[in-house]
């Protein structure tokens, strides 16, 4: 299919697969009015991918992973059966996972359903795209039967002392029925699994700087995260989101290590936010005034190919990492065995580390440089937090 969607107009991709229209508009290669005039039935994909400068290999991963993403929804919802409106499985997953899980999902659902007549109606969503806020529900739940059985998810709102005291404390959910896994030794130091056994986390999402080389001039390349609150780097930063919703764990890390008084320096040296997809067309472009620091996911980093000279910058004093855990129901574990194999096993362990995610599993390599530093905000610090109010005071400050 990559040969032939490359050869493919761009009206000839979006009318046989609509669902792609999304991937475009995101990746800002060709608008819908540029299609009413015209433009997508003259040109191919690999035309406009070249004169964009986008990488031609990650694109079309992206505009596969759309185009079977639907199919296996449709796949799937002949697979889970509705249980009386209730969610047994819920995932929030990063875009790069949500392809991968549900190919998985398919087999694993279908072997319970067959040969144990377990049933489970699940919602699998973007961490880009939250529907359904499943951390206020759940602090509204009463019944416990009521409540998902198994949670995949990377909100900080399941983590917030609010979140801790009205569920965790009830004993809603609690680690899975096997001892504590071990994980791959050069991650030890991280300190990332929780040793109240609560969040089973599996893998991580890390957060890294690029620097457009060609926009850098005189500015010094930064070492630190201090480093970038400095006067010199007014205006020069672009961070993943927009007004009112930067990216968390910058927010939370930055607040952490230099309170309020950072996180001033930080409005100070940010110009704007931005889709990491928009990051990388940013870099790719002809205007002369673009900013030269973009933070965005290590996944994203690894989309960008010439002729943009960009360099990944992995922080002197760590480079902040997002937990990918599970939580689940102590009574449900038994029933759930099988869901809860795949998550810790080596399968999806490798998934999460093809898309960047290093995963924790001990047979899995993370393929991180070796002078990667990551850093944790620390558990005692998340469970002594509402996040959920803190980081929107923290976002004021970009409004």
């Not at 400068?53 to 759309?66: G, Q, Y």
């Not at 890390?206 to 205006?235: N, S």
């Not at 530093?373 to 976002?395: F, H, M, P």
Request: charged letters at 20%.
């Amino acid at each position: 299919m990559n040969k032939n969607l490359l050869e493919c107009t761009i009206q000839g991709i979006v009318d046989k697969y609509p669902e792609t229209m999304d991937i475009f508009t995101g990746f800002n290669i060709v608008t819908q009015e540029e299609l009413a005039q015209g433009l997508g039935a003259v040109l191919r994909l690999k035309t406009l991918l070249s004169i964009k400068k986008i990488n031609p290999e990650s694109f079309i991963s992206l505009l596969i992973d759309k185009i079977e993403n639907t199919e296996q929804y449709r796949q799937l919802s002949e697979v889970v059966t509705d249980n009386q409106g209730v969610f047994n499985f819920v995932a929030q997953l990063p875009c790069a996972l949500n392809l991968p899980l549900n190919w998985a999902l398919q087999a694993i659902l279908k072997k319970l359903r067959v040969e144990k007549d377990i049933r489970l109606n699940y919602y699998l969503w973007s961490c880009s795209n939250d529907v359904l806020y499943f951390a206020d529900y759940l602090q509204q739940v009463e019944d416990i039967a009521d409540a998902p059985d198994l949670i995949v998810t990377t909100d900080y709102n399941l983590f917030n002392s609010k979140f801790i005291e009205q569920v965790m404390n009830k004993g809603l959910y609690t680690t899975s029925l096997q001892q504590p896994k071990p994980i791959n030794s050069t991650l030890n130091y991280i300190g990332i699994v929780d040793k109240q056994g609560w969040y089973n986390v599996v893998a991580i999402n890390p957060v890294v700087v690029v620097i457009d080389c060609r926009q850098m001039g005189r500015l010094p390349i930064p070492k630190t995260w201090g480093d970038l609150l400095q006067p010199e780097y007014e205006q020069k930063v672009v961070l993943n989101g927009c007004s009112g919703d930067f990216d968390d764990i910058i927010l939370l890390t930055i607040y952490q290590q230099y309170g309020d008084a950072g996180i001033a320096a930080l409005r100070r040296s940010v110009r704007t936010g931005m889709h990491p997809s928009q990051m990388i067309k940013s870099m790719a472009g002809s205007n002369h005034d673009r900013p030269p620091i973009y933070v965005m996911p290590y996944f994203f980093a690894n989309t960008i190919s010439p002729p943009v000279e960009a360099k990944v910058i992995w922080m002197e004093d760590g480079t902040p990492i997002t937990p990918l855990s599970y939580l689940v129901k102590a009574s449900k574990a038994k029933e759930l065995q099988a869901l809860i194999d795949y998550f810790n096993g080596p399968e999806f362990g490798r998934i999460c580390a093809g898309a960047y995610f290093p995963a924790l599993h001990p047979q899995v390599p993370h393929n991180l440089p070796a002078n990667a530093v990551l850093k944790w905000l620390g558990w005692d610090y998340i469970r002594g937090q509402d996040t959920g109010k803190l980081l929107a005071r923290l976002n004021l400050n970009f409004e």
